[in-house]
Structure formats: C-alpha cells, structure tokens
C-alpha cells in the first residue's frame, strides 16, 4: 500500500504542479485584478455563502460510495444509478435554497442573486464531478482520478486565457465568464469521468428501494453533519467580512487576494486526503496496520507545509506586490495569520482522513461542531473590531483546536509511538527553518530570496531525513 501510495501520489503532483499553480497564481490572480477588489469580493462572498448550503448537495453521498467502493468494488454497479439520481434531485433542493434565502432572508439585490445562481449551478457540476470521481478512487484507478483532478483546471486555463488575452473581445474582463468557464470545465470534465465508470463497470440498473435508501442515508447522515459543519467555519468567514463591516464588499475581495495563496496550497493537501481515503479504508477494513504509512504521509505534507508557510509569511509584501496592483499593503498584513493556517490544515487533511475511514464521525462531529461555535464567535467579535485580521485569527485558532483533537484521538485510537529522536528532529527542522527564512534575504530580493529559501528548506528537510529520498525509492523498488 505504500508503494501504491508514493507511485500514485508521485504522479498527481506532478499532473498538479504543472497545472494548479498557473490556474491560482496565473488565471486566478489575472481575474481578480481584471475585475478588481470590489467586485471579487462580492463574487467571493456568494461563493462561500453557496458553500454553506453544502449539505442539501452532497449529504455526505461521496464519502459514502469513496469508502464503499474501496472496500468492495461491486458498490459501483449496486448504488451508482441511484446516488446519481438522488445527487441530481438533491442539486434541485440545493438551488431553490440557495436563492430562496439569498433573496428572502439575505436580501440580495438582483446582480448578487445573479453571481449566486452562477455559484449555486457550478456548486452543482463540481459536487457531480466529485461523486464521479469518488467512485474512481474507490475503484483504485488513481492514474485516471490523477487526470481529472487537473482537467477541469486545464480547461479553465484555456478559456479564461482567450477571454483575458487571446483578443477574442474587446470588451473588460466579467466575472460572470469566469464562471461561465468554470461550469463548463466541470461539465466536460464530469462527462468524461461518467465515461470511465461506464466502460469500468458496464451497465448499471436503477436500485431504488426504501430499505437502501434508508440505508444510504442512515450511513451517509453523519459525513454530511461533519462537511456541513466543517464548511461552515471554514467559508463563513468571507459572507462575515461583506456583512459586518461597512465596506464589506471591498474587505472581502482584499481577504481573497491574502487567501490566493493559502487556496493553493490546501489544493496540494487535498490531493494527499483524496489519494489516501481509499487506501486508509481498503487498509482498515483488512486489518492492516497504518502506523508507517501515517507517519510517510505526514513527514511528506507537513515539511512542504512548514517550509511554505514559514516563506510565505516573511516574504507577504513581496508576493502580494508581485501578485497584485491594488491594496498590497492591506493584503501583506493579513496574510502571515492566513497562511499559518495551513500547517494545521494540513495536518488535519492527514489526521482528520484516516478518522473518517476508520468510521469515527461521532468524534469528529463533536469536534466540528465545538469548532464551528469558536469560530462563529470569534468571527462575529473580532471582524468589527479588527477587520479582516480578525477572520484569519478565527481561522487559525479553529484549525489548531481542530487538528490537535484530531491527532489526540488519533494518537490513543492507534496507540501511536514515536520516539525522542524523530520529536528533536522536527523540533531542530522548525528551528532551522527560521533561521534560514532570514537568511535567504541576504542571498537576493523579495521573490528570488522566497524562492532560494523554498530550496534551502526542502534541502534541510532531506539533510535531516524527514524528506527522506532513498527510503521512497526503495519502497517503490520493493514493492511495499
């Protein structure tokens, strides 16, 4: 299963390292200041709002067939027609709640119901998309979820690269071809992954009974609770920032130029949980231990994560001014708290995995939900008095509380050990990588200095064997 692990993973970072970053930092950045702060950031903020409403689309659906499928492969042709249909129907629910209570109860004029139905369509495509893919994953063929994983990216960079500069039109860049782009992405994307199943598992028959559906719900109940809750202190920060403050519109599209970069790198982490749901499930459900493949998995992400944000949050001002025309400044404050979050995301995207395949969702909704109130709280008393900075601390004190239960109940649940050595290794990398962060800034200027010292981390990391390359190499030559 390691073997399996590093092989597959090897390839969807590659496949993401050649697309994802020109998507967020090339086309993403590109949109943003084509359309500028304001009018992103109402854009942002009908997105997220969208995202609290995820519940009603998904219902924990994908996790559901993902574990299913990777535990016994015949789930595809048993449930794959009957989730379909109930995803579609549950997409209509989705939609008319959405616009309902952005109308009625947000009272949003006319061209922000416009933006949310948008979001609310694309919310749709990508969820389909995703139940599609959960069920490649679930099927092991990685190479194939590894190409949709970027797909839809790719396509987005080809049609929002004509809009934005093939001369196509000589009319400003709008925000609504941005997601113009994006629902077709997903379309051409989600097609071609319904395609794979087809030709993977033939033809499937409509099971819709009420004993199954029960069922399905009954197993799918608490996956739901969990990403609704999680979705909430994650996403509730950019509808917050429009309503609390009296730019709002403004604010939130400064906090999405800070988040950029922070989106980007939970992209990479999102990668290692999608890649090791299923091999924690299959693993678990026969029995196999999961110490070595945990311990690989964090010292591959949380060395990047640390060496990233450490990078990012000294050089702020240098890659916001690199990255954007307008309100610079006010952006390179607040990234250093937003970015810190990622270690702890990162850590829970590992952590947080291997409890949801081990079937812990009692646990980890109690988590969430005590989660969700912190940052609920925090965001409603904090964004008055501090602004923008006051939703990225909420962020990042809901995700320390959040990963350190998680690793808690991993810790005792898996009777984990790791020994004084391998604790005053990462405590000198930590060390180490502060020192180097300031003394990159001795070898160049601003993105050069961010860059050399990107380099010198992963460097340090393999000198100490945290990256460890000849242990990788000989796994995959070993076939473990």
């Known amino acids: 299963m390691q073997r399996k692990f590093i092989t597959n993973l090897g390839l969807l970072l590659l496949l993401n390292l050649l697309i994802k970053p020109f998507w967020v930092l090339g086309i993403g950045v590109s949109v943003q200041k084509a359309v500028g702060p304001e009018t992103y950031g109402v854009y942002f903020a009908m997105l997220n709002f969208s995202f609290l409403f995820q519940l009603l689309l998904d219902f924990g659906i994908n996790n559901f067939q993902n574990r299913n499928v990777a535990r016994k492969e015949d789930m595809v042709s048993k449930y794959f027609l009957t989730l379909a249909i109930l995803k579609l129907v549950l997409g209509v629910v989705f939609l008319t709640t959405v616009f309902s209570v952005g109308k009625y109860i947000m009272k949003y004029s006319d061209y922000y119901l416009y933006l949310l139905l948008l979001v609310g369509i694309n919310q749709v495509l990508m969820s389909f998309l995703l139940y599609l893919r959960a069920n490649i994953a679930g099927l092991h063929l990685f190479v194939v979820d590894s190409i949709l994983s970027v797909l839809d990216r790719l396509i987005m960079i080809i049609l929002c690269g004509l809009l934005l500069w093939g001369g196509i039109t000589n009319q400003k860049f709008q925000i609504e071809w941005f997601a113009y782009a994006q629902g077709l992405a997903y379309l051409v994307s989600a097609l071609l992954a319904l395609t794979v199943i087809i030709s993977h598992s033939g033809l499937v028959k409509i099971n819709i009974n009420s004993a199954d559906l029960k069922f399905i719900f009954r197993s799918s109940f608490p996956h739901a609770m969990l990403a609704l809750i999680m979705t909430i202190y994650f996403k509730i920060d950019a509808v917050m920032i429009e309503h609390l403050l009296p730019n709002g519109a403004q604010e939130s599209g400064i906090y999405a130029q800070a988040y950029r970069l922070l989106e980007m790198a939970v992209m990479f982490a999102f990668l290692f949980a999608n890649l090791l749901y299923p091999i924690f499930s299959r693993m678990l459900a026969n029995g196999e231990r999961i110490n070595e493949l945990l311990t690989l998995a964090s010292k591959l992400l949380l060395a990047p994560a640390i060496i990233f944000t450490t990078g990012v949050a000294y050089y702020s001002f240098d890659l916001m001014d690199f990255l954007f025309d307008e309100k610079v400044a006010e952006t390179a404050s607040v990234l250093p708290i937003l970015i810190a979050t990622f270690v702890p995301m990162a850590a829970s995207y590992i952590f947080g995995t291997l409890l949801t395949a081990n079937g812990s969702l009692r ?87 961010f860059l050399v010292f990107n380099i010198l981390g992963l460097g340090f990391a393999m000198l100490l064997r945290i990256l460890d390359l000849r242990q990788l190499s000989a796994l995959v030559k070993r076939g473990e």
């Open 363 to 449: 646990y980890l909704n109690i988590v969430a939900f005590n989660a969700m109130i912190l940052n609920l709280l925090m965001n409603y008393f904090l964004i008055p008095v501090l602004g923008i900075e006051g939703a990225a601390w909420a962020t990042l004190a809901t995700s320390i509380l959040v990963v350190f239960l998680q690793v808690s109940a991993t810790w005792l649940q898996f009777k984990l050990k790791y020994g004084v050595y391998v604790f005053l290794r990462f405590t000198a990398f930590v060390i180490g990588t502060g020192v180097l962060v300031i003394m990159s800034e001795y070898v160049g200027k601003g993105i050069i200095s």
